[in-house]
């Protein structure tokens, strides 16, 4: 039984770094997104989110944007790696429900 499940999480593991290793802007960009999450108290990221609030988002924001919009392997690849820690992080800071 333990075998099986070995056998069957290196594939997983596998497909994950090949995820991260064929986009590694994205790597690089998820990266310091969930660093800045992890490192930001909740004052900070809610008075980021008040000061950013109804602003233009810078233009490289735009064109990342534009890039993980086109390439659903990409946008993957990138929420995969943000979504639990940006989450996590958003929900003890009472930022979503």
Not at 5 to 33: E, G, N, R
Request: charge should be positive; hydrophobic fraction near 45%.
């Amino acid at each position: 039984m333990n075998r099986r499940v070995w056998f069957a999480m290196v594939p997983a593991l596998l497909v994950a770094k090949i995820a991260t290793a064929q986009y590694p802007l994205v790597d690089m960009v998820a990266s310091k997104l969930v660093q800045k999450y992890q490192q930001s108290s909740c004052e900070q990221l809610w008075e980021e989110r008040a000061a950013k609030h109804g602003q233009p988002k810078p233009e490289r924001e735009q064109q990342a944007m534009q890039m993980l919009h086109s390439d659903p392997q990409m946008r993957a690849a990138f929420i995969d790696r943000v979504a639990a820690p940006v989450a996590n992080k958003m929900f003890e800071c009472g930022m979503i429900p």
